[in-house]
């Protein structure tokens, strides 16, 4: 059995990349992407200690998460385009006010 | 009752004092009197300009005139034998008066003040004044300011200050008259000022309203004061001296009309045993307020400070020393106004207020002699000011200053009934002169120094005539009532002795003849000058004109009134408990001053001076009239004129300079109390104002908060991976913390 150190530093490195990737990225869809892979870095935490642990409370956290992410994916992917429309770019560093 | 009916069983005086109405129906209906002054003041007031000048003079004219009416019948009322008055603070009914409550004001806790109206003997003389003077006084305004486009706005005035001047006369509590007290002090604010482009004018209001808010403070302050003092005796009588069913009657009174009114009063004072009895448990003058804010002094010191405060008051209204100074400056204002609020009604509301309250009055010998000796200061001191000035106006100014001081001196010796019939003799005869000071004015092109009139006497004759009967009555020549007015005043006080201040009474008198004396000199110089002599050569207009009649009529009813006023001067009233002959206004007046003479006998402040006989008092009186009145008709009539390059040696060049500058006292005032608080003010200004409120606290708050947003301006970026990272950083402090809590 993969003791449990390992799925808790792949998902450290995971959520690392993810961080890195929102800080420095400028497109907002990679972005936005990187905020999946950070959720995705939570949700291995949450099985990994539910497995370790034997009781399901984890998996339910990550269903909630699973649904959540849909929901934002949902949500934040018809901003992108709005915002795509709007004013024609999805560089992050030029979207910096509400109004346009 | 029908007259004819009436006459088959009792004799026509008697028939005469039944009253056509019955006082209840005119007790209900007083409010009237007070409604149509103030209704007339609302519709010339604000319909004025709508309804043009003729309809707004008959307007305000008819509703003083009926005001007038229903005055004459409440009088009528009083008067009948069968009036009497069921009070609620005692169980024995008052004879000869009618009042009537409207309801309450307001109320808060146990004190609470009720609008109630009365009328008894005292202010129906002055009601009967108020109108009576105030009528003629509006006729006469029709014609004088006939040129003026502020009409509407002037009998608006003027009707109001009628409404006003006849709640303070006939309110039954001190809270109500100081409604009126205020509202004739604002009407006289307002009328001075009424030519308000003039800024000198505007000036003269303003400051009548401020001397007169210092005397209004003190009498507040006298009002709250007693309002406690009232409720420390409720708190402390009890049933001491066998009066326990009146005391209880009392209480109820309180509670149901409030502690302040004057009937309340009067009858508070008269459970006050005298200091001597040592009635056990008894509240006396000597007795120590046990609870309360009054805590630790006795009844009569705070009795004393409440009587010195509503002297402070009737100072400050009546233009006593030290508050005098705004009279003078109020000739500014139209002259049938100085007739009417500064001569004939408004100065003498300290003198109706002192007499209203005399049943206190005569309780504290320190009070009445503080209020003798002022008025008897006042007396002297503005007659011989009246000297040096050339101002028309100013002189009858000074010289109504000098009355009134006749009066407070009057009024300070309880000889209340002499104060009022001088008052109500001043108010003829001062209105008269003021309203022939307003004819010479008006036909003389508003000419007012007298030094530019002269030879007046064939060019306005009406003029002439009813100001040389006024000014005879004011000097005080035999056969008019000023001199028996004035006489009755010296005599009471001569013939009066204050208990611990026997040379009060004396002082009084003495400054009192010199007063008259000098009233004399400067009354004959002023008409002299005006009248008789030749026309200046610096007169304005080359002749005068007399004015039209509605400025004649009032002029000759109010001198015909100034020589039948001698009627109630004269001693022709035998007493029904025998004793010498009382004049018909003493023995009038006594219904309202049998209480403050009882309290006097029983508390011994007053005692019988000097016994003198009224023969040698009016002769003493007159022989000072005629020195004065002679000198000064020589001097200025066969003297100066003659002499025409007379050299006036320096020290009365001087000594004249100073009188006609009133002894620099608005000049002293300026510098030593006007000056220190625009000093003040300016220091409050700078400092307080615009340094602390306005530069650290207003702009230094804006300040903080522009700066603060500045600074936080930069983190605002909208750059959202800059809060990503701001977050980033958190979570890893976040985590930071949590590993090293966990290594602990």
Redo the contacts between chains.
């Keep these: 059995m993969v003791p449990i150190n390992n799925y808790l530093f792949l998902a450290a490195l995971l959520f690392c990349v993810g961080m890195f990737g929102v800080m420095v990225r400028r497109n907002a869809l990679v972005v936005f992407m990187c905020v999946e892979l950070m959720l995705n870095a939570a949700n291995l935490t949450f099985l990994a200690f539910a497995r370790q642990r034997g009781d399901s409370v984890g998996h339910v956290s990550a269903f909630f998460v699973i649904a959540v992410a849909a929901a934002e994916a949902a949500i934040g992917l018809a901003i992108m385009i709005a915002v795509f429309r709007s004013r024609g770019t999805l560089n992050i560093e030029e979207i910096k006010t509400m109004k346009h | 009752m029908l007259l004819s009916e009436c006459l088959q069983h009792a004799s026509l005086i008697d028939c005469l004092r039944q009253s056509p109405v019955d006082s209840e129906s005119i007790a209900q209906m007083l409010w009237a009197i007070i409604a149509l002054p103030l209704a007339g003041a609302f519709v010339s007031g604000v319909f004025g300009r709508m309804l043009g000048r003729a309809n707004t003079n008959l307007i305000a004219c008819a509703a003083v005139a009926g005001s007038f009416v229903l005055s004459l019948l409440a009088f009528w009322a009083v008067n009948d034998p069968r009036t009497a008055l069921l009070s609620s603070f005692s169980q024995d009914p008052v004879r000869y008066a009618v009042a009537h409550d409207f309801g309450t004001w307001f109320a808060a806790g146990t004190f609470r003040v009720h609008f109630g109206l009365m009328v008894d003997h005292l202010s129906g003389v002055m009601i009967l004044v108020v109108t009576g003077v105030g009528f003629l006084i509006h006729v006469y305004s029709t014609s004088y300011m006939g040129h003026d486009e502020g009409y509407g706005r002037y009998f608006a005035y003027l009707n109001l200050f009628i409404a006003m001047m006849l709640t303070l006369v006939l309110a039954d509590s001190l809270p109500l008259l100081f409604v009126g007290w205020e509202g004739v002090g604002l009407c006289s604010y307002l009328l001075i000022g009424f030519w308000y482009e003039d800024a000198a004018k505007a000036w003269a209001g303003r400051k009548a309203f401020v001397v007169n808010r210092i005397g209004d403070f003190g009498f507040l302050i006298g009002m709250f004061l007693l309002a406690l003092w009232v409720a420390a005796f409720q708190a402390q009588t009890n049933n001491a001296g066998g009066q326990g069913r009146a005391l209880e009657q009392w209480r109820i009174g309180i509670s149901q009309q409030g502690p302040l009114t004057f009937r309340g009063l009067e009858e508070a004072v008269r459970r006050i045993p005298p200091a001597a009895a040592q009635l056990r448990d008894a509240v006396s003058l000597d007795t120590s307020v046990v609870s309360g804010p009054l805590k630790g002094t006795t009844f009569g010191q705070v009795l004393l400070a409440v009587l010195l405060l509503f002297m402070l008051g009737a100072a400050g209204k009546s233009a006593q020393l030290p508050l005098y100074v705004w009279l003078p400056d109020a000739m500014a204002g139209p002259t049938p106004v100085s007739a009417l609020i500064h001569a004939a009604t408004m100065v003498t509301a300290g003198v109706y207020l002192f007499s209203r309250v005399g049943f206190l009055l005569v309780l504290e010998p320190t009070a009445m002699a503080v209020v003798a000796l002022i008025g008897a200061a006042t007396a002297l001191y503005s007659a011989v000011i009246a000297f040096g000035q050339d101002d028309i106006k100013k002189v009858l100014a000074y010289s109504t200053i000098s009355q009134l001081g006749f009066m407070f001196m009057g009024v300070g010796l309880a000889v209340f009934w002499a104060a009022i019939l001088h008052l109500v003799t001043h108010a003829f005869f001062k209105a008269c002169l003021f309203l022939g000071a307003g004819s010479v004015m008006h036909g003389n092109a508003e000419e007012t120094n007298i030094k530019r009139l002269g030879g007046l006497r064939r060019q306005m004759p009406w003029t002439w005539a009813t100001f040389a009967i006024a000014t005879l009555a004011i000097t005080g020549i035999v056969p008019l009532s000023g001199f028996f007015s004035k006489d009755a005043i010296l005599h009471g006080v001569h013939g009066t002795d204050l208990q611990g201040y026997p040379w009060v009474s004396n002082t009084a008198w003495l400054i009192g003849l010199c007063a008259a004396f000098c009233t004399a000199f400067y009354m004959v110089r002023l008409y002299v000058l005006v009248f008789e002599g030749d026309r200046s050569p610096e007169a304005r207009t080359a002749k005068a004109h007399e004015s039209d009649w509605p400025m004649r009529l009032p002029m000759v009813v109010l001198a015909a009134l100034s020589v039948l006023g001698v009627v109630y001067g004269i001693p022709l009233i035998a007493p029904a408990s025998g004793g010498p002959a009382q004049t018909v206004m003493e023995n009038y007046l006594s219904t309202v001053s049998a209480v403050p003479q009882q309290l006097a006998r029983i508390h011994h402040t007053l005692r019988q001076g000097h016994e003198s006989s009224l023969l040698v008092a009016w002769a003493q009186a007159w022989a000072i009239a005629l020195a004065g009145g002679g000198l000064a008709g020589f001097l200025y009539l066969r003297y100066f004129p003659s002499r025409p390059k007379l050299q006036v040696p320096a020290f009365a060049r001087a000594l004249e300079r100073w009188v006609r500058h009133g002894f620099y006292v608005d000049q002293l005032y300026y510098f030593a109390i006007v000056k220190p608080t625009e000093f003040l003010s300016y220091v409050l200004y700078k400092v307080v104002d615009s340094f602390i409120i306005d530069t650290l606290i207003v702009r230094g708050v804006a300040w903080i908060t522009a700066r603060s947003g500045a600074a936080l301006r930069y983190l605002q ?5 800059s809060y ?2 701001v977050m ?1 950083l958190a979570l890893l402090c976040a985590a930071g913390y949590a590993v090293i809590q966990v290594l602990k």
């Design positions: 970026t909208g750059n959202a991976q990503a990272a980033a």
